[in-house]
Structures are given as structure tokens and as C-alpha cells.
């Protein structure tokens, strides 16, 4: 699934913030402690030097019991094998509090009236611990908060940044070149932005200007062929009207009059597309499509007796269309005509008239079309020599017309067109 720009940004800022939270989270709460404790470390030594500077020189050993009751982070401990100073952590039960107490400890080797003794410092790191989480709480506090800041004001600011691009966007998806409307690009103060809203400008500056070019080009030739065509094909019917003319000569006079017959239908054809191109069919009224379809009946039905073709209605509801109405019966009578056309011998046909949509259902070949190109100019969708390749192009640019859209199924080895309105 595509992604928009934006939350490409946003999601890579997002996953930078996670990450750095659960980098520097851990490790500023191993930092905190580290020099937590090494002051708690600095303290207890400063309490030994002042015990040893002060206290220890006037110390005898009968007050040692007394010494030890009115200290009470403080005491001299009977000696055991300590050579030098050791700092551990102790725990010891709060009766009080009824839970056990966490302590930093100093134990230091000295000396009373030539007798060795151990020193013994420490302190409760309990409450300096709820200090040091509540620190570490509210630094986490602190960094959610900047990092949930930082992603609003980066959201807010890249959809402000980024709304040139997306004015731009938009005009070119509205943009089609047979309306003849170029997009109007809002000034940015971004310079790229400009730069991209003068190059897209230039470019359909060319590309309508080349557009324009061949949409004349078609249209006049088609034009200017038309008598050409007419006189061509008056002097081939009059050649075949002629009694001394070879049986050989009448088949080759013959086939030359359907290739001319043919070729007449595709100027035609091409005309037609360059009117609409043109806009020459804006006259619109308001009809009904189950009346019209009814009227162009009569003359499908005897093509599709022929070729034995069962023609069936299902005529739900009935559709007011507001249109060109010579476009839209040709639009019909061209889906029509592709359906007898290309049908089976014995097969069948369906006109189905529902909420806003005429789907014309048909057997014939079976295999599906390829979408991509069944709409396309000159493109056939099989071998026959009636079609020319503009039927349904022609379909197609009358639906885009009137703004209606066009559809191609192929269910169950039957071929469907379906036009919503």
C-alpha cells in the first residue's frame, strides 16, 4: 500500500524519537545512579577522615559500646582480615516500616590504643533511591513531552510546507487536456516548488500546443477527404453499373467499393471525435434512455436475426439523462453494434436498464479483452473486417464527455459493457 510523503517523514522522526527513548532512558537512569553512588562513595569517605581527623585519636576502647549507641550510621565494629577501605551495599529489616532498608557501606581498618578495629559508615540510599526514580520520572515525562511536541509541530509545519506541492498535485489530477483548461499554480515561497509549478506549466504549454496541432491536423484532413471519398466512390458505382465491365472486373470494383465504404466510416468517425474534442456538441436536453434504446431496437434486432442472436430486456428502472441527445444514441446504437457484431451464431444479448447504469451483456469470443486497450483508438478487438477500431473509442470519449464512466467485465464467457450515468 502506497504512503503519503508526510507520513513517511513523520514515521521515520517517530521511530528516531522510540529509539533515542529507549537509548538514553536506560542509560541516563545508569548514569544518574552511577554518580548517585559515587557521591554517596565521596560522602562516606568524608565521614572516615573526619571520624579519623577528629574522634579517633580521643576514642579509648570502653566508649566504644557508648560511641556505638548515639551513632547510628556510624559504629566500630570488633576487627576481622580487612586490609583496606570496602565499600558493599547491606540491607537490614525496618521494623517500623516493616520492610527492608537498602544501605552504601564503608568499612575501614583502624586502629584504638594499639588494638585493631573496623570503622564501619553507611548510609540509606531508600529515600535517596524514590529521589533518584522520581528524577528519573520526571526527565521521562520531559522527554515524552518534547518528543509528542516535536511531532505536532513537525506535522503541523510539513503540512504547511508541503500544501504547495499537494495545490500542485491536485491541478494536475483535475488537469485533462481535452477540456482545454490549463491548472493555475499558486505562488509558494519555496523556491523548488516554483521551480516544479514553472516546468509542469511548460509542459503542458508544449504538450497542448502539439495536442492542438494534431487535433487540427486530423480534423481538416478528414475534412478535406470527404469529397475526395464521395467522387472516388460515385466513380466506382458507376464502373460496377456498367454492362461491359468482366466478371473479375466486378469482384475487384466490388471489393474496391467496401474498402472505400470502409473508409469513408473512419473519416466519418474521425470527424465525429474531433467535434467532440472541439465541444460542437454542448446542446443538451433532458430524455429518457429506455425510450431511446426502444427506438434503436428495431433495426439491431433484424441485424441480430440474421446471425440468430436472442435479444432480451430487463428494463428495472427507467433513467432521465441530461445530455447530448445524437451523442448518447450513439453511444447505444455503437455498444449495440459490438454486440451483434462480435456475438456467436445462436447466442444472446441482454440490454439492462438499472439505478443509473446500462449494462449490455453478450456471448461471443471466449476469452476476456484486455481492458487497457479495448478504448483505444484503432485498436480491434478481433480479426473482422466491419469494425474499424473507433466504436468504442468513440463510446469512450462520449462517456468522458458527459462525464459518465464506461466499464468492460467478462463473467461466465459472457462479454459486458456497463455505463454509469
Known amino acids: 500500500m502506497n504512503k503519503k510523503l508526510l507520513h513517511k517523514t513523520q514515521r521515520a522522526?517517530?521511530?528516531?524519537?522510540i529509539l533515542l527513548f529507549v537509548i538514553v532512558a536506560p542509560l541516563f537512569y545508569v548514569l544518574s545512579n552511577k554518580f548517585y553512588i559515587d557521591e554517596v562513595n565521596e560522602r562516606l569517605m568524608l565521614q572516615k577522615s573526619d571520624f579519623v581527623q577528629n574522634s579517633l585519636s580521643k576514642l579509648k576502647i570502653e566508649d566504644i559500646s557508648l560511641w556505638n549507641n548515639f551513632n547510628y550510621a556510624v559504629e566500630i565494629l570488633e576487627p576481622y582480615n580487612l586490609k583496606k577501605d570496602t565499600l558493599f551495599y547491606s540491607t537490614s529489616f525496618n521494623k517500623i516500616e516493616q520492610e527492608n532498608d537498602r544501605f552504601r557501606v564503608l568499612n575501614s581498618p583502624i586502629t584504638i590504643e594499639g588494638k585493631p578495629y573496623v570503622f564501619s559508615a553507611k548510609v540509606n540510599l531508600i529515600e535517596s533511591e524514590d529521589f533518584l526514580l522520581s528524577i528519573i520520572l520526571l526527565f521521562v515525562c520531559l522527554i515524552l513531552l518534547l518528543m509528542l511536541g516535536l511531532f505536532i509541530i513537525t506535522k503541523k509545519l510539513s503540512q504547511r510546507l508541503w500544501r504547495p506541492f499537494y495545490e500542485?498535485?491536485?491541478?494536475?489530477?483535475?488537469?485533462?487536456?481535452?477540456?482545454?483548461?490549463?491548472?493555475?499554480?499558486?505562488?509558494?515561497?519555496?523556491?523548488?516548488?516554483?521551480?516544479?509549478?514553472?516546468?509542469?506549466?511548460?509542459?503542458?504549454?508544449?504538450?497542448?500546443?502539439?495536442?492542438?496541432?494534431?487535433?487540427?491536423?486530423?480534423?481538416?484532413?478528414?475534412?478535406?477527404?470527404?469529397?475526395?471519398?464521395?467522387?472516388?466512390?460515385?466513380?466506382?458505382?458507376?464502373?460496377?453499373?456498367?454492362?461491359?465491365?468482366?466478371?473479375?472486373?466486378?469482384?475487384?470494383?466490388?471489393?474496391?467499393?467496401?474498402?472505400?465504404?470502409?473508409?469513408?466510416?473512419?473519416?466519418?468517425?474521425?470527424?465525429?471525435?474531433?467535434?467532440?474534442?472541439?465541444?460542437?456538441?454542448?446542446?443538451?436536453e433532458t430524455f429518457s434512455l429506455q425510450q431511446l434504446i426502444e427506438k434503436q431496437l428495431g433495426f439491431f434486432l433484424e441485424q441480430a436475426e440474421q446471425k440468430n442472436i436472442t435479444v432480451t430486456t430487463t428494463f428495472q428502472k427507467d433513467i432521465l439523462v441530461h445530455a447530448n441527445y445524437g451523442l448518447t444514441e450513439l453511444l447505444v446504437s455503437n455498444l449495440l453494434l459490438n454486440a451483434v457484431r462480435h456475438n456467436l451464431k445462436t447466442g444472446t444479448i441482454n440490454i439492462a436498464i438499472s439505478h443509473k447504469t446500462l449494462e449490455i451483456t453478450n456471448t461471443g469470443n471466449p476469452l476476456g479483452l484486455k481492458e487497457e486497450d479495448l478504448f483505444n483508438r484503432f485498436s480491434k478487438s478481433s480479426n473482422s473486417e466491419q469494425g474499424n477500431g473507433l466504436g468504442l473509442a468513440i463510446v469512450k470519449k462520449i462517456a468522458d464527455h458527459n462525464t459518465w464512466t464506461i466499464s468492460y467485465t467478462f463473467v461466465a464467457n459472457k462479454h459486458s459493457f456497463l455505463v454509469t450515468f
Do not use: C, M, W
Open 168 to 284: 500542485t498535485l491536485h491541478q494536475i489530477e483535475n488537469f485533462d487536456i481535452d477540456r482545454h483548461q490549463k491548472p493555475h499554480f499558486t505562488n509558494s515561497d519555496t523556491e523548488e516548488f516554483n521551480r516544479l509549478n514553472k516546468s509542469i506549466n511548460d509542459l503542458i504549454k508544449r504538450n497542448l500546443a502539439i495536442y492542438n496541432n494534431q487535433r487540427e491536423f486530423v480534423e481538416n484532413a478528414a475534412h478535406e477527404l470527404q469529397t475526395p471519398i464521395a467522387i472516388f466512390k460515385a466513380k466506382v458505382d458507376t464502373l460496377i453499373q456498367r454492362s461491359d465491365i468482366t466478371e473479375g472486373q466486378s469482384e475487384l470494383l466490388s471489393s474496391l467499393n467496401a474498402t472505400i465504404s470502409r473508409l469513408k466510416r473512419v473519416n466519418k468517425n474521425l470527424l465525429l471525435l474531433s467535434k467532440i474534442d472541439t465541444e460542437q456538441y454542448n446542446d443538451t
Open 13 to 17: 522522526y517517530l521511530v528516531f524519537s
